[in-house]
């Protein structure tokens, strides 16, 4: 493992909270909000802001979640838009960031500028923008242009689509606004933008692709990484980000590496694993644990016993495209059906309780000073700059770390006891955008 050759002693870390997360459905938990109402965006934000987080971040799904040829209840609570969320946020919250996912492949950048900017007025400085990619056809259904472009070329487009909007951001003097031009191979696009500098100039952007080009594309414009590595995998993650940030001619440590994670508490680590395995039981219904096979199998299993074995039938090599839109391919498939396999006998596992371990995420467990003890000794071995918090349900989902562990975070010396300024790139410690 390649390390970063600087002292982490000492460092404290940056939080975020990311809503919702779509591997289960977290709307089903009883202690949830509706998740199309505007207080539990509101409540969430609010214990964020009160924990001194750095950014509350929407995760954006342009197309509802579909299971043999209907609509499955993972995707029923419905997906609002999320700049006009973080707009009406804006208004109820002083200091915390508002980070949008904003899909890059399906959008325009004078579009996409014109809105982030906007927002970033309203908000103080507080936008942020996270920019994703799709490649996928079924996705581009919703769009005009489809899923016309493959896995490389979407990074491609985003890159210059980043550049381009960065360029309607700096298209004003002292004096007004001046004619920007932008040509490359994804866009030719002139004119007078249409929005003055915002607080940050340019907003900061979160970026969370795994493959190489997404680590290419973070390392050359993102300010924020979302990882989903942590461990042994989270250390060679990060200084392999580093090392591209460098090599990108950039300061790598005004990169923010910030996994994705969940948390368990209790008053003793027995209590806060018997609590985690209950939070875990609550999310993966017995349905649920059968539909998560059934994307992997492409066939339909609602005969098989949730607690009993995994299928002993191998996947189908060739489902119904109408009825399995958005399958793997069959090796791919075959060989994580033979590894859930292997790895459940071993365990003495069934599939709910398979399912159970494969979405249980990153969670640190432990009583709150132990959970913040992990969470310190991480950040300060260099396997990240921070976190970025994935609650069970909302609004509620944040108070107990909030209420019980950041305090010990504060008492470690690990953790801000204020806000260091009032922009999102003041708490990320970057330097503001050049103003005219």
């Not at 487009?157 to 191979?185: K, Q, S, Y």
């Not at 060739?318 to 090796?331: F, K, V």
């Amino acid at each position: 493992m390649t390390t970063t050759g600087t002292s982490t002693t000492g460092k404290q870390m940056h939080l975020a909270a990311l809503f919702p997360a779509r591997h289960t459905a977290v709307w089903r938990d009883p202690r949830s909000g509706d998740h199309n109402d505007f207080a539990t965006f509101a409540g969430l934000a609010h214990t964020a802001q009160r924990g001194l987080f750095d950014f509350f971040l929407l995760a954006d799904y342009p197309r509802l979640t579909e299971h043999r040829g209907t609509v499955s209840d993972v995707g029923i609570a419905g997906e609002l838009d999320q700049i006009t969320v973080l707009s009406a946020l804006s208004t109820v919250t002083e200091r915390i960031g508002l980070v949008a996912t904003v899909n890059a492949t399906f959008n325009e950048p004078f579009d996409v500028a014109r809105r982030l900017a906007t927002l970033d007025h309203f908000s103080g400085g507080r936008c942020g923008w996270n920019v994703v990619t799709t490649s996928n056809a079924w996705t581009g259904e919703n769009f005009r242009r489809g899923g016309y472009l493959p896995h490389a070329d979407r990074y491609r487009r985003a890159t210059e689509f980043v550049d381009a909007a960065r360029t309607m951001w700096a298209g004003w003097t002292a004096d007004g606004p001046t004619r920007f031009r932008h040509e490359g191979p994804q866009f030719r696009l002139q004119g007078h933008f249409t929005v003055p500098p915002g607080p940050q100039g340019s907003p900061p952007t979160v970026q969370a692709g795994d493959s190489e080009q997404g680590r290419e594309f973070a390392a050359s414009h993102a300010d924020v990484v979302y990882s989903r590595h942590l461990g042994a995998a989270g250390l060679d993650f990060t200084a392999d980000i580093r090392s591209r940030v460098a090599r990108h001619g950039r300061n790598p440590e005004q990169v923010k590496v910030m996994p994705g994670v969940s948390f368990a508490l209790g008053d003793t680590d027995q209590e806060a694993h018997d609590n985690a395995r209950a939070a875990q039981a609550q999310a993966v219904s017995p349905e649920l644990a059968i539909w998560y096979l059934e994307r992997t199998w492409g066939r339909v299993l609602t005969d098989h016993d949730p607690d009993g074995p995994l299928p002993d039938v191998d996947p189908d090599p060739e489902p119904d495209p109408d009825e399995w839109p958005r399958l793997s391919a069959a090796p791919v498939r075959l060989r994580r059906a033979h590894k859930w396999r292997a790895y459940a006998s071993r365990h003495g596992l069934g599939i709910r309780e398979l399912v159970m371990r494969l979405t249980a995420g990153k969670p640190f467990i432990g009583t709150p000073s132990g959970v913040a003890r992990q969470m310190t000794d991480y950040v300060r071995s260099g396997g990240a700059d921070g976190f970025v918090l994935v609650p069970a349900y909302a609004p509620g989902g944040l108070d107990e770390f909030v209420d019980r562990v950041v305090p010990e975070l504060q008492q470690l010396g690990s953790y801000r006891t204020a806000y260091p300024g009032e922009t999102l790139r003041d708490h990320l410690g970057l330097p503001p955008t050049p103003r005219p």
